[in-house]
Nanobody, 123 residues
Framework: QVQLVESGGGLVQPGGSLNLSCTYSGSIGDINYMAWYRQVPGKERTRLAGITSGGTIDYSEPSKGRFTISREGAENTLYFWIKNLKPGDTGVYYC?????????????????WGQGTLVTVSS
């Protein structure tokens, strides 16, 4: 299995920036795709950005311009840089990994979530 641990959240003033980290461990060779999600109370988790094992990056439309996702393989860490933070960015940010493993003649998929890190944007 794979374990994900997020860090870097906290209280930030509007206009500030933040760099979230997600450290992964375990069967990291099974990781096919990783992403950052955000959840606000009463709403479903929303995917903000993702990166494949091959390095292809995608952003949700609202995330383009202020968010940057990156993966540092040597550190086993996924990063999420957010600039020009707004109150609407407040929420719990989750790290996500899709696992893909060939087992018993077929590809098997699984999902792993981190525990989340709270980001509060307020003056």
């Amino acid at each position: 299995q794979v374990q994900l641990v997020e860090s870097g959240g906290g209280l930030v003033q509007p206009g500030g920036s933040l760099n979230l980290s997600c450290t992964y461990s375990g069967s990291i060779g099974d990781i096919n795709y990783m992403a950052w999600y955000r959840q606000v109370p009463g709403k479903e988790r929303t995917r903000l950005a993702g990166i494949t094992s091959g390095g292809t990056i995608d952003y949700s439309e609202p995330s383009k311009g202020r968010f940057t996702i990156s993966r540092e393989g040597a550190e086993n860490t996924l990063y999420f840089w957010i600039k020009n933070l707004k109150p609407g960015d407040t929420g719990v940010y989750y790290c996500y990994a899709e696992l893909k493993k060939f087992d018993l003649g077929a590809w098997k998929y699984d999902e792993v979530w981190g525990q989340g890190t709270l980001v509060t944007v307020s003056s």
